[in-house]
C-alpha cells in the first residue's frame, strides 16, 4: 500500500515528468536483469517496441534520467548483489544515482550505510521513494565533499556522458576503493583504474538506443 509520504513523492515527480512528457506517467515494475530490484520508473507507453523518436528527443533535450534505470546502473547493481563481500560493513556513497538502482542494491548486499549523493532533488526523490520501496534505508545528501568524506567504497554508473565529470574519478579515488560502471565513452581508459569485465545490458525501458550504449564496462579503482 502506497503511504502519504510516498503519493506526495510520487505526485512530485509526475509534475515533473509531465513538463518534458505530459501523457505519461511512472509506474513500479522489476528490472529486468535485476528482477530483486522494484523501480519506479517511466511506463512503456508501446510494448512492443522501443519509444519512438520524437520522445526520445524530448527525454533527451530535458532528461528525466531518474525515470529510467540506464545500463550501467543495472550491471553495478547486480554485480554488488552478487558480490555482496565489496559491500559488507561498509559505507557506500552512490554519485549521480538517477532511480537509485546501485545504491538500493548495496543497502540489500548489507552495507553498513549507503548516501546517495546528487545535485538534482528530483533524483534523490526518486531514490527515496524506490529505496521504500524495496526495504531499504538509504540516506540522501546534496554535498559531495561531506558524503566522499564517510566513504569506504565510491559508486557511480553512466555519470560519464558529460566529459566534465571526468576530473571526479581521481576525487573519488582520494576517498577511498571505486567501482565504476560506464556504457557511454567506448575508449574508457581511466588513470588508476583497472578493468573488471564488459557486460551486455540496455537502459529500461528501452529507448532503443544505438548498440554501442549497450555494452557496459565495470572498472574498480587499484589499491
Not at 71 to 88: C, M, R
Not at 107 to 131: F, Q, S, W
Request: charge should be negative; hydrophobic fraction near 45%; charged fraction near 20%.
Amino acid at each position: 500500500m502506497t503511504t502519504e509520504q510516498e503519493k506526495v513523492g510520487l505526485n512530485a515527480l509526475h509534475e515533473r515528468l509531465h513538463r518534458v512528457l505530459p501523457a505519461v506517467s511512472l509506474s513500479c515494475q522489476a528490472l529486468p536483469q535485476t528482477p530483486a530490484l522494484r523501480l519506479w520508473l517511466l511506463d512503456e507507453l508501446f510494448p512492443e517496441q522501443a519509444l519512438d523518436p520524437e520522445m526520445v528527443n524530448a527525454i533527451m533535450e530535458e532528461p528525466p534520467y531518474w525515470s529510467f534505470c540506464w545500463a550501467s546502473g543495472q550491471v553495478l547493481a547486480q554485480y554488488l548483489l552478487d558480490n555482496p563481500e565489496q559491500v559488507a560493513g561498509r559505507c557506500v556513497v552512490d554519485v549521480g544515482p538517477g532511480s537509485g538502482v546501485v545504491a538500493i542494491a548495496a543497502a540489500m548486499a548489507g552495507a553498513r550505510k549507503v548516501i546517495a549523493c546528487d545535485l538534482d532533488e528530483d533524483a534523490l526523490t526518486a531514490t527515496a521513494m524506490n529505496a521504500r520501496e524495496n526495504g531499504v534505508e538509504v540516506v540522501l545528501s546534496n554535498d559531495l565533499d561531506s558524503s566522499l568524506a564517510e566513504a569506504d567504497l565510491v559508486t557511480a554508473a553512466d555519470i560519464l556522458y558529460d566529459r566534465d565529470n571526468l576530473p571526479l574519478l581521481a576525487r573519488f579515488q582520494a576517498a577511498g576503493a571505486v567501482l565504476l560502471a560506464d556504457s557511454r565513452v567506448p575508449d574508457l581508459n581511466p588513470p588508476g583504474y583497472r578493468l573488471l569485465g564488459e557486460w551486455q545490458s540496455c537502459t529500461w525501458p528501452d529507448l532503443g538506443e544505438s548498440r554501442e550504449y549497450n555494452g557496459v564496462r565495470l572498472f574498480a579503482s587499484e589499491p
